[in-house]
């Protein structure tokens, strides 16, 4: 008796930790199942509508498979007896029944369609150009001088139209916790409306096939309160200053002279390069290379010397920068908040 308990106990615990092990995926920062604005959560809504009705589907058929199963085995059968599609039986479970079910999510596709659909031109104050590229996502934010790379920072609760375009082929815009997925089309613009309730780092993803590292295509969604998101918007329109220290002035010469400058845009300097993501504000961002590494120390160095290690494909070339160059160097881009 004893023995069973504990075996019951065992296998709940097992049941327990399974959910348990399952549920942080669920609740992470890339989630279609943890919503973090209204458009999101009438997707969500509706996928949970469709898993249970899926289910509820499934669970009917398999219980009428096996009663046929059943109650056919000895007997037998009649042929063409029950094929008739004047038995009501395959009337109501063939025609009717599906019916009822593509029309209900016929309706309620197109009820959260609107919900999850671009603004209208000119209904936000707030508009970010988004572009695609391989593989990273150049962000700007027009009439207010401000360019950066894999990092949207939007204001909370203020909604937010992002204008996206690709430089190449066809990418996808998407931000599973605060909306649709929006295409990006060579030669069309399109838009989506970001609005998240609450500050926080949403993570986005491309999210269709753009080439080899379409999978290291991530960015970063920042919501913040709009006074925090005031005072970024004032440090990022300003242009990068002259380095303060001996150290800073040597890393910036080794950034002009390693070719770094032909493919990158310093702003306030004759860094003009547009192959690669603008760096002026390069320090006050939390990631490099599209989400693919942290933006430290440590990694800006092994990115600069190798970005093919991480990278393959990548359009920016390993450079070879001696050690203490190579720190000058990364210091200086550091520096650059
Ligand atoms: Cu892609």
Not at 13 to 42: E, F, H, I, K, N
Not at 118 to 142: D, K, S
Not at 173 to 192: C, E, M, Q, T, Y
């Amino acid at each position: 008796m004893a023995r069973v308990a504990k075996t019951r106990r065992v296998s709940g615990t097992v049941a327990v930790g399974a959910v348990l092990a399952v549920t942080p995926a669920c609740s992470s920062q890339q989630s279609t199942l943890d919503p973090a604005s209204d458009s999101a959560g009438r997707i969500a809504d509706l996928w949970w509508v469709m898993l249970v009705g899926s289910a509820v589907v499934f669970a009917v058929v398999t219980a009428l498979v096996l009663v046929a199963v059943l109650r056919r085995r000895g007997a037998h059968a009649e042929p063409g007896r029950a094929s008739r599609l004047g038995d009501p039986l395959i009337a109501i479970g063939g025609v009717g029944i599906p019916a009822v079910v593509l029309v209900s999510l016929f309706v309620l596709t197109v009820r959260t369609l609107p919900v999850t659909s671009a603004p209208a031109p000119g209904a936000t104050r707030l508009r970010i150009e988004v572009t695609g590229r391989q593989w990273f996502w150049e962000v700007r934010y027009p009439g207010r001088n401000v360019v950066t790379a894999n990092e949207l920072v939007i204001p909370v609760d203020v909604p937010v139209e992002v204008r996206v375009s690709t430089q190449d082929v066809i990418h996808s815009f998407w931000v599973p916790r605060l909306n649709r997925k929006i295409d990006l089309i060579p030669g069309h613009a399109s838009s989506v409306l970001l609005r998240a309730e609450k500050p926080g780092v949403y993570r986005g993803q491309c999210a269709e096939f753009c080439g080899l590292q379409h999978a290291n295509m991530a960015f970063l969604v920042v919501a913040q309160p709009p006074e925090r998101f005031r005072a970024w918007l004032a440090r990022e329109r300003r242009p990068a200053g002259r380095p303060r220290t001996p150290a800073l002035e040597r890393g910036r010469r080794v950034f002009f002279r390693s070719a770094c400058a032909g493919c990158h845009r310093i702003a306030g300097t004759a860094a003009r390069g547009d192959a690669g993501p603008d760096l002026t504000h390069l320090g006050a961002r939390r990631t490099i290379a599209a989400g693919t590494l942290e933006n430290t120390e440590r990694d800006l160095r092994r990115w600069i010397l190798d970005p093919q290690r991480f990278k393959p494909g990548s359009k920016m070339p390993g450079l070879e920068v001696p050690g203490d160059d190579l720190r000058a160097l990364v210091a200086y881009l550091r520096s650059l908040e």
